[in-house]
Nanobody, 125 residues
Framework: QVQVLVESGGGLVQAGDSLRLSCGVSGVTFAWLVMGWFRQAPGKEREFVAA????????VYADSVKGRFTISRDNAGKTVYLQMNNLKPGDTAVYYC?????????????????WGQGTQVTVSS
């Protein structure tokens, strides 16, 4: 089944502020999917940010966001969230919601099967 992922919640904030990104997923197999977030800053490669297991009980984070970002999911609502606290200018990027079919979560883009269109997060100093 084709999964459609739609992100929302990006914006322009100041350093130290918080944002929560949301990603709604269509299709009926959301509860089977490993959900993740990647980001891509201008001139840089897309990089792994966080992922969450289908049950929601297990999560993994990039070292750069550990302790500041929290990924969560609502299987009934077919939505995954990324709570971002204490944002830094270095967090500025387009953030992409993505889905994979295996756990442990992969950290390379070619192992993810579905992608959203991205949402811009800009953090000013």
């Amino acid at each position: 089944q084709v999964q459609v992922l739609v992100e929302s919640g990006g914006g322009l904030v100041q350093a130290g502020d918080s944002l929560r990104l949301s990603c709604g997923v269509s299709g009926v197999t959301f509860a089977w999917l490993v959900m993740g977030w990647f980001r891509q800053a201008p001139g840089k490669e897309r990089e792994f940010v966080a992922a969450i297991a289908p049950s929601g009980r297990d999560t993994v984070y990039a070292d750069s966001v550990k302790g500041r970002f929290t990924i969560s999911r609502d299987n009934a609502g077919k939505t995954v969230y990324l709570q971002m606290n204490n944002l830094k200018p270095g967090d500025t990027a387009v953030y992409y919601c993505t889905a994979a079919l295996r756990w442990p979560a992969p950290r390379t883009i070619n192992e993810y099967n579905y992608w959203g269109q991205g949402t811009q997060v800009t953090v000013s100093s």
